[in-house]
Each structure stands twice: as C-alpha cells, then as structure tokens.
C-alpha cells in the first residue's frame, strides 16, 4: 500500500506569484483534503476534495483553487502569492470523506 | 466558532515519566477526535483516535480519554522515551454539509530527557 505523496518538497516563489502543489492520495482514498501550516502552529484547514468535487472550504480567499483527478490525485493553485502564503502545505487522504485522514509529507513554500 | 484549545505548548520530562496533554473543544458537533505526532521536518503521524461514543481507548503505552460534557479530551503516554519527542497536535472533527474538517489544537512540543 503506498502512503500519501507530495510534490515538490520545497518552492520559493515571489510576491504576486502563481504556485500549483500537488498530492497523491494513499491507494483506495477517494477525498482529498488540504491543511495550511505556519510555523509553530497547527494546520488549518483549506478545502476537501471528494470524487472530484470539492465539498467544503475553510476560510481561505478564493485565490486558494484546487482540483481532484480522476485518479483522486489533487492539485492546490494559488495565485497571487503574499508573504503570509510561507507555509508547510500539507494534503491528507481518506477512504471517505467523514474517515481518517493520513498526510502526507508537505510542501514548504517560501514567498519572498 | 471552531476552535481547539490545547495545554501545555511545552512539555519537558525524564525518561520513564508520564506526559499528559489536554484539549478543549469548541463545537458540540464534533464526533471523532484524532491525536498527530509531528517529528521535525517530517508529516503528523496519526497515532491514536478516539470517536464521541467511546469515553476512553488505549494502545501499549498511549492512551486517550473523553469527556463529551466537558468537551475535554486528553493524551496520556506512560513510560515516556526519548523517541517519544516530538510535538503533538489534538484535532477536532466535524462533519458538516457533506465534508468533513479537523480543527486543530496549537500543538504540544515534548521533550523527554534521558
């Protein structure tokens, strides 16, 4: 069974910026789910992604995008990048939507 | 609102002590309540979940007890080991409108000294 998987481990962009981070799901996991992570703080949560719809979102602007594959792979976009975007960006996968969630390793992006 | 709130931030014991960790939850709607390890640089680690109808679960040397009336719910490691430092995030679950979301606590940086 292979775990959650992310890509890249690390970015640097600048202000104003556009970045796409991508994740895939543990094998048998249909929903997605994305959690932002400042330093010393507990992730947040940004949007879920179930059977290629999303089905909720936290309180993150819209320049927060996301998309599910049909494979349950997903992508988070964000656009117009601010400092305050400097995060570990992390995914967590689950077998249904109201199941447990398994993360994934993170993105670290760093907007300077 | 949703919020976790989560004692101590900081947590330092020796080798063998018990470590215990408390959060408080905001939502009466939230039904399942998962703890993460988190190690430096590396993903939060599932390690040990409870859901609302369970007041108490244990596996080895962790265990993890709820009270729904006080909207408390606490982490316990007995026999602690160096290994055992990391930082440790609570998390709430609600399910709502068709998703589901965890909220989490700030998070628990322990230390265990050998």
């Known amino acids: 069974e292979t775990g959650v998987t992310q890509s890249p481990t690390h970015l640097i962009k600048t202000r104003g910026q556009q970045v796409t981070l991508r994740c895939s799901s543990q094998s048998g996991h249909n929903t997605v789910s994305w959690y932002q992570q400042a330093l010393g703080q507990g992730p947040q949560f940004i949007f879920q992604y179930y059977r290629e719809e999303e089905n909720g979102r936290g309180n993150f602007p819209p320049r927060f995008s996301g998309l599910q594959f049909p494979n349950y792979s997903s992508e988070l976009n964000v656009n117009a990048l601010e400092l305050d975007d400097s995060a570990l960006y992390l995914c967590a996968s689950s077998s249904g939507y109201a199941d447990t969630q398994y993360f994934g390793p993170g993105t670290r992006l760093t907007v300077l | 609102g949703e919020n976790v709130e989560q004692h101590p931030s900081t947590l330092s014991v020796q080798e063998g002590d018990s470590a215990v960790i408390k959060c408080t939850y905001s939502d009466s709607a939230s039904n399942y309540f998962p703890w993460y390890k988190q190690e430096l640089g590396k993903r939060p680690q599932l390690i040990i979940d409870?859901?609302?109808?369970?007041g108490e679960k244990k596996d080895q040397r962790i265990a993890v007890t709820l009270n729904k009336t006080a909207k408390h719910f606490s982490l316990h490691i007995t026999e602690t080991q160096p290994e055992d430092s990391a930082v440790y995030f609570c998390?709430?679950?609600?399910?709502?409108?068709?998703?589901?979301?965890?909220?989490f606590g700030a998070g628990t940086r322990l230390a265990v000294h050998p």
């Open positions: 998390a709430a679950s609600i399910t709502t409108g068709g998703y589901n979301k965890l909220i």
């Open positions: 409870i859901r609302s109808n369970v």
